[in-house]
């Protein structure tokens, strides 16, 4: 990405309307600038008409929880994200998270914040549990453990509370695979910002997994997306903004909303050879039967 490009923060146009209203399956309205209910309204415009919104921390997953139940449209998820593990047990004297410098708690205060994320689980308008998942890129061999065990901890709470399992997996797809193996996988189960290649599609799909792509299937050096996509069957595939990051091309580097789905899932129409209506249709229904709404 240029630095002039990085730079822009103009928000990219309205794409025309879908015809066949969608969700989008992943957004952070928290990290958005507006209202709620401007990018809510704005979204519903271009047919966007329903999205989930995604929480990373405690105080993310209450708010999610709490925006769900304000808004028909809005559904929720609850988690501790993949990086946020290690920093409760072991500090963040950097302040990289929203919540700034932390203390190390150990594994008495990841404990705390499961039991937090478990009771928010439980509430009807919650209908995920993530993004939990594995994260290679961020986190050093330090804060594998951490990662490692909150994940176990969100797949038993997702299984117990009959919700989907939003997973978050970055740089770490066999251990991902893994786990989920080793502790059996709830009956939905959606990999969000899906990342992987065209073989681990076809393992996804062999084990019913969705599989939620965003914006960045339209970026030139991602080829090994649209091959994935291209294999990945229909009723497994979702669409995503993971906003305000992840802009579809043209727009990639400035700011993502739920409004620029229509971006993604033309693009994804092409690739899978398929017109846009019936593409959304099928997105419609998988992100509905995925979170159970």
């Given at each position: ?95 990289w998270s929203r919540q700034g ?64 399992l939003v997973i978050h997996d ?95 899932l033309r693009a994804m129409a ?24």
């Open positions: 990405m240029s630095s002039d490009r990085s730079k822009d923060i103009t928000p990219p146009p309205l794409p025309a309307p879908l015809t066949v209203p969608v969700a989008d399956s992943h957004t952070h309205l928290d990290m958005q600038s507006g209202t709620v209910e401007e990018g809510l309204a704005k979204a519903a415009s271009v047919g966007v008409t329903t999205v989930v919104q995604v929480g990373c921390d405690v105080n993310g997953s209450q708010w999610a929880a709490d925006t769900a139940a304000a808004h028909p449209s809005v559904h929720a998820t609850v988690a501790l994200h993949p990086n946020e593990a290690p920093r409760i047990v072991l500090g963040d004297p950097d302040g410098e932390r203390p190390a708690g150990g594994d008495a205060a990841l404990d705390e914040a499961l039991a937090e994320i478990d009771r928010l689980a439980a509430l009807p308008h919650v209908k995920g549990v993530g993004e939990t998942g594995l994260d290679q890129f961020r986190t050093g061999p330090e804060g594998m453990a951490a990662q490692e065990r909150s994940f176990r901890a969100h797949i038993e709470i997702a299984k117990r509370h009959g919700k989907a970055r740089d770490a797809h066999d251990d991902v695979l893994r786990i989920l193996k080793e502790e059996g996988a709830p009956e939905r189960t959606v990999f969000h910002c899906y990342s992987g290649d065209a073989a681990m599609a076809k393992v996804c799909a062999e084990n019913g997994y969705y599989m939620s792509f965003a914006g960045n299937v339209t970026f030139k050096n991602a080829q090994h997306l649209r091959d994935a996509l291209a294999v990945a069957p229909r009723e497994l595939v979702l669409v995503e903004t993971d906003a305000p990051f992840l802009t579809p091309a043209p727009y990639r580097g400035r700011p993502n909303a739920p409004y620029l789905i229509p971006v993604t092409a690739v899978k050879g398929l017109d846009e209506d019936t593409l959304a249709a099928a997105v419609a229904a998988n992100t509905a039967r995925a979170f159970d709404y």
